[in-house]
């Protein structure tokens, strides 16, 4: 079976949903797929980053983590979008990119891809489930495939949310179960993913 190209965008102010992008990358490669690895440009002016040492050091620590642009989008197959919760919506880092892509909508380069988003908040019911349900209004533009988690792997159980793997911040960096659920994500796009190029292809 050809292998999926996934590409999995986030944005991360102080290393959370960081952590959760590389356990899908973990969970994408080892499922078989090709993986890109992301991260949208930074807004927020230096005043505000520097109010913060985490925010600021999180910046240097992923200075090497290549920025996302179109051609990550139109190159893979399922993209996997990560974001922290600002008031119950994505940040407005991510949403700065995706209100970029209206080129890619307009030629249809955006449909027929799997789809699928994780996040993080820094309390618990902080907008984790409306922040992903809100990525999921750009999906439906875009004529995207949603792939959630839902209830299909044990680690769902303990996680808890069947809309995209999530942590709460509050509580420390994510653990075991949160990372486990980022990377059985990850694997359900991949295979959703493999499925359907194979039955394109067929």
Same mark, same amino acid.
Do not use: C
């Given at each position: ?10 944005? #991360? ?11 899908? *990358? ?16 930074? /807004? *927020? ?15 240097? &620590? /992923? ?8 051609? &990550? ?18 940040? #407005? ?27 993080? #908040? ?30 299909? &792997? ?11 793997? #999530? ?24 295979? /959703?993913? *493999? ?8």
């Amino acid at each position: 079976m050809e292998p999926v190209n996934v590409a999995i965008i986030y944005y #991360s102010a102080t290393g959370t949903v960081h952590a959760l992008a590389q356990a899908a *990358a973990e969970g994408a490669e080892k499922a078989g797929a090709h993986v890109r690895l992301r991260k949208v440009a930074e /807004t *927020a002016p230096p005043e505000a980053i520097g109010a913060r040492p985490a925010w600021a050091q999180h910046l240097q &620590d /992923t200075a090497g983590v290549a920025e996302a642009g179109h051609g &990550d989008l139109e190159w893979a197959d399922a993209v996997l979008f990560g974001t922290p919760t600002r008031f119950g919506n994505p940040a #407005s880092q991510l949403r700065a990119f995706i209100d970029t892509t209206g080129a890619l909508w307009y030629h249809g380069k955006l449909a027929d891809k799997v789809y699928s988003a994780f996040t993080a #908040s820094n309390t618990a019911h902080g907008g984790q489930e409306s922040t992903l349900l809100a990525l999921g209004n750009t999906f439906y533009h875009w004529g995207g495939i949603i792939v959630p988690p839902g209830y299909t &792997d044990p680690v769902q159980f303990q996680s808890g949310n069947p809309y995209g793997a #999530s942590h709460v911040a509050g509580d420390g960096p994510p653990g075991e179960v949160a990372l486990q659920a980022a990377r059985h994500q990850a694997r359900r796009v991949v295979d /959703t993913a *493999a499925s359907l190029k194979a039955g394109r292809t067929a």
